[in-house]
């Protein structure tokens, strides 16, 4: 069982770690540098969280929760949530690509606490997608939101490393919007 004053400590040095990569890259961040920003000890951070991959996992997992917590108009269409959905991703990716750069880093984690949590942190990134467009069916749902998350982080790669354009992701996400349209349509119409 947790205490408040583990939860709390375990929140401080989330909260330092998430700070540090807000300001530098991952690979040049210490977990010397994150137990001092948070005010504990060294062995108390590995006590906590396995490795600097785990850490960094929990702070990317904790992080894309807010980000996909903040939303939409829930008055507006599955075409429109949708869409603003999307476009809420992409933004916090563009925001902050030295995440970014941290999760494609952590895919190659050895850390089974890394690996699951990344593998949380996708599921629940796809789930956030298909839950916009529910009215699909939950097959056809997760379908697309899994081919749009592949669409996004491919171009996100593209962007963030090669110089590409983020404004061509928020484009060629709406035009994937644009060949769901007739089945989201379609669904909304069967429903009413």
């Known amino acids: 069982m947790t205490t408040t004053w583990q939860t709390e400590r375990r929140d401080r040095i989330l909260l330092a770690a998430r700070e540090a990569l807000e300001e530098h890259e991952y690979e040049s961040i210490q977990m010397r540098d994150v137990a001092q ?31 996909v917590a903040v939303a939409p108009d829930a008055h507006g269409t599955p075409e429109a949530r949708f869409r603003a959905r999307i476009h809420q991703v992409i933004a916090a990716y563009e925001r902050r690509p030295q995440f970014y ?22 599921r629940t990134a796809r789930a956030s997608l298909a839950t916009e467009v529910a009215v699909l069916g939950a097959v056809s749902a997760d379908d697309a939101a899994t081919m749009l998350w592949a ?4 171009r996100l790669s593209h962007a963030i490393y090669r110089g ?20 989201l349509r379609e669904e909304q119409v069967d429903e009413a």
Do not use: M
Not at 41 to 61: D, I, N
Not at 168 to 179: G, M, N
């Open 164 to 183: 590409g354009s983020v404004d061509e992701i928020h484009r060629l996400a709406d035009e994937f919007v644009d060949l769901l349209l007739p089945r």
């Open 37 to 67: 920003r948070a005010g504990v000890a060294l062995g108390t951070l590995y006590r906590c969280f396995s490795s600097k991959e785990h850490l960094y996992a929990a702070v990317l997992a904790e992080w894309a929760a807010g980000t």
């Open 151 to 154: 669409l996004i982080t491919s």
């Open 101 to 122: 750069r941290a999760h494609v880093t952590l895919q190659s984690s050895a850390d089974p606490n890394a690996h699951a949590l990344l593998t949380e942190f996708g």
